[in-house]
């Protein structure tokens, strides 16, 4: 498991990272969310130990990270690059060697890999022929060389065809169900909710979100149900607790008061006679969920406070 | 922090595989000392060929004589020049040239015979001669580089001079009393050796040799170090290997690598000189002590710490190639500065200056060899000592700033740091 404790990183007396505390799970696909200089990258330079952080610890398993646990760690970074002039294998095979595998071991595991990704005909071509797609899917193998427990992708579907995107996700879902614990750093937000069990977002360097998808959509959909009529009546006057309602994809989206319990009101309906086809938690998009807490600042005042602090907490 | 020397091992490898397959190292490789010898060749070889045009081109001399004093003197001059383009062969091939001497009653029919390409050159020689020394030479043009037509001239006027005076044997060695001199001057045991011009030559070539081999190899692992750095900061590569490896591990790797790719380079240029380097010690013996060749090996080591350290830094923070060369220079230049004053170096090498360079870090490595392999200097141990402690010393420290600098700097895109920065960065790494 990969946790992290209370970890600050400050440039010129300016904190990047304040006090972030979370944890990711083996078998986990998390998020690591938050605005562009929010902070995602230094919290992950020092996740792979490329920066030491001034305050606060990183474990994986219990252990510090950094020293002979690299090898535990594979990340592909959003600055990409290669070592263009040399052959596709050769590179992930160096790549495979700084992760501690032996030189045959390495081009065994990088052949392995490229057939993966359907680059086994490119083995020998140098990197440079390579279209930008083919570039970023031997990037994501030197993620991946050398099996790491935790695998790092930032922005790992930006400049993939749909094709590519698709065999992304699988091999994601393969990665998972072997046990990896996957970080994922990204502002495609239809792909967190597809993917993702949990997620953190960071706002000047603050825990601003931290949970699970679905309860965060939830959470920030203002206290809400939607519900679905088999009439066209409409819903009746006069629920109790019901603050507003408002029509919404074909039904009805209901604004509860503080304290209103949702049964409550699926209770009133149903004695007023509505003919109820659907009742459930409203939740919004995660890119609205994104866009309020960026733009409302919902969330900053407690980050820094009650930076550990489980969802319903830190959400409202 | 422990340092992975596995890891060091592999980036040094990869370092040096993928430098020395490069197209430009085969280019530097070859290119370098075809280059030099080009230069030298035409450089000894011109110098010859221009002495050895003038003498062929000399086929008569007009004389205007004023003072009667020469109507005894030769009508012919026969000379020899020494075709020396190797000065260390064995075999020096010597060229013989005959002049004639035509003498004219007036200035006015020696220049026209000159105009009309009857003479060569002309000599006027004034009546008052014997009391002033003043000559006049007319020719159609001159050799900027050579003044291989003097000689003659001189040795027929001494001849004309003393002729009837002196018996013939008399007249010859008059004519080149130095001919066949030999100067014997003290070598660094105390004793008095031969010494010729190939020896001189000799005396010259070897410092310089050794300090250029040095600083070039200093240079050129610097250099590849710099182009390493900086290409790999362009190409955004850092990030995914600084997830595997430590900046520490990436440094060490590097300068093991790139250092080894420079040896091999130099290695391969003095195999390519073993040949002429032979054929050298075999005319003038040349007797290297062992502490040169150690101290030549430590200094190679310290400087090339120094100077790697140094453009591991530059290239780190600055954001491409371009930009660094532009840093880099600079101490390029101070390593090859001694070259500047080679000559004062080694007409003193125990003097101010001498001693000064090779104390100063970016200078000590190529001065204290030209010091150490010049002729007739004895260097203090306690200096070679102070100096390779002082060479050292900030080989180490500029590793550590630089260590510092290059894990900070290595992730740093956009605008270069300013010496503010950098100190920051410094103390913070």
């Given amino acids: 498991m990969l946790e992290v404790r209370e970890v600050t990183k400050n440039y010129d007396g300016r904190a990047v990272v304040n006090r972030v505390s979370f944890e990711v799970h083996p078998g986990e696909i998390f998020a690591l969310l938050g605005p562009n200089g929010a902070g995602k990258t230094t919290l992950i330079r020092m996740i792979t130990d490329i920066l030491k952080p001034d305050s606060g610890v990183l474990l994986l398993d219990g252990r510090p990270v950094g020293g002979d646990r690299k090898r535990d760690i594979g990340y592909l970074p959003e600055e990409r690059g290669l070592y263009r002039g040399d052959k596709v294998l050769e590179t992930l095979a160096y790549f495979g060697q700084l992760k501690g595998l032996s030189s045959a071991d390495a081009r065994a595991a990088a052949t392995g890999l490229l057939e993966r990704v359907e680059l086994g005909d490119w083995l020998q071509k140098q990197v440079q022929s390579l279209s930008k797609g083919m570039q970023q899917k031997v990037q994501l193998c030197t993620a991946m060389i050398g099996d790491p427990r935790v695998l790092i992708l930032d922005e790992p579907f930006s400049g993939l065809d749909p094709v590519n995107v698709m065999l992304l996700e699988e091999i994601l879902h393969e990665r998972r169900a072997q046990g990896t614990t996957i970080l994922l750093s990204t502002h495609q937000m239809n792909k967190v909710e597809q993917l993702c069990d949990r997620a953190l977002m960071i706002h000047h360097g603050l825990m601003v979100l931290y949970g699970k998808v679905g309860e965060l959509r939830r959470r920030y959909a203002d206290y809400a149900v939607t519900v679905k009529l088999d009439s066209d009546a409409g819903v009746p006057a006069d629920l109790p607790g019901v603050r507003d309602v408002s029509a919404r994809d074909g039904g009805f989206n209901l604004t509860l008061e503080s304290g209103t319990a949702p049964r409550d009101v699926l209770r009133a309906l149903l004695d007023r006679g509505a003919g109820v086809e659907s009742f459930a938690l409203a939740s919004l998009p995660l890119e609205d969920v994104f866009v309020k807490v960026v733009r409302e600042g919902l969330g900053l005042d407690h980050g820094m406070s009650q930076a550990a602090a489980p969802i319903e907490d830190v959400a409202r | ?429």
């Fill in chain 2, 1 to 429: 922090m422990t340092l992975s020397w596995k890891k060091a091992l592999t980036i040094a490898r990869r370092e040096f595989v993928t430098t020395v397959r490069r197209r430009g190292f085969l280019f530097t490789a070859l290119g370098t000392p075809a280059y030099f010898a080009l230069v030298m060749s035409i450089s000894i070889g011109s110098s010859a060929h221009e002495a050895r045009d003038v003498l062929r081109a000399f086929r008569s001399l007009g004389v205007v004589d004023s003072t009667g004093l020469f109507e005894r003197a030769e009508r012919s001059i026969d000379t020899s020049l020494k075709m020396d383009e190797n000065p260390f062969a064995q075999n020096v091939e010597v060229r013989s040239f005959r002049i004639d001497v035509h003498f004219f009653e007036d200035m006015a029919s020696a220049d026209s015979a000159l105009r009309t390409d009857e003479v060569s050159q002309v000599l006027v020689i004034p009546a008052d001669y014997l009391e002033t020394g003043r000559l006049r030479r007319y020719a159609r043009k001159s050799s900027i580089f050579s003044s291989a037509d003097r000689r003659p001239i001189a040795s027929w006027l001494v001849g004309g001079l003393v002729a009837g005076r002196l018996d013939s044997l008399q007249a010859a060695r008059a004519m080149r009393p130095t001919e066949q001199i030999q100067l014997y001057t003290l070598d660094k045991d105390g004793r008095f050796q031969y010494s010729d011009d190939r020896r001189d030559l000799l005396d010259f070539l070897l410092p310089f040799g050794f300090a250029m081999l040095l600083g070039l190899c200093i240079t050129v692992g610097g250099q590849y170090l710099l182009y390493g750095v900086a290409t790999e900061k362009e190409s955004r590569i850092l990030e995914s290997i600084l997830c595997n490896v430590s900046a520490e591990e990436l440094l060490a790797g590097k300068l093991l690598g790139l250092g080894s790719s420079g040896l091999l380079l130099v290695a391969f240029w003095i195999a390519l000189g073993i040949p002429f380097v032979g054929a050298a010690a075999i005319a003038v013996p040349v007797n290297l002590s062992p502490v040169v060749l150690v101290a030549a090996v430590c200094y190679f080591a310290f400087g090339y710490l120094f100077y790697a350290s140094l453009m591991t830094g530059i290239g780190s923070i600055t954001s491409n190639m371009r930009e660094a060369q532009q840093f880099a220079v600079w101490f390029t230049f101070s390593n090859f500065a001694p070259f500047i004053v080679i000559t004062m170096i080694l007409s003193n090498p125990s003097g101010p200056l001498a001693t000064g360079l090779s104390m100063f870090p970016p200078t000590a490595a190529t001065t204290m060899l030209m010091r150490l392999t010049a002729p007739s200097s004895v260097v203090p141990g306690w200096q070679v000592l102070l100096s390779l402690v002082l060479l050292a010393g900030s080989s180490l420290l500029a590793l550590m700033v630089s260590a510092r600098v290059f894990r900070i700097g290595l992730l740093m895109y956009g605008k270069t740091p300013n010496l503010p920065e950098i100190i920051r960065w410094a103390r913070r790494g």
